[in-house]
């Protein structure tokens, strides 16, 4: 199978999709030609993997840093822990 993905991959990377999109279409062709598997699995099997506490905390996550540096306390923290090392 991976001697198909590789010049699958390739030849429509040439043709200029993105990288990503080249990918998934090299990976479900691969899969749907080579393997056992159903291609109605794959992406239900994606969307299972990102189901995960810590992959859903991220955007929460840069949405705080930003809210915190849009109102100004993330500044205030520095300030704050230059002022106690000083």
Known sequence: MIT???P???AVLLLGLPIFASLAFAVFL???FFGNTNPVIVPMRMFTGM?????MA???????AELMRIGGLSS???DLAKALVD
């Open 76 to 78: 205030r923290l520095i």
């Open 58 to 64: 991220i955007p929460f996550f840069i949405l705080a």
């Open 8 to 10: 699958i991959f390739f």
């Open 51 to 55: 189901n995960n506490f810590s992959l």
């Open 30 to 32: 691969a899969i749907d």
């Open 4 to 6: 198909a993905l590789l």
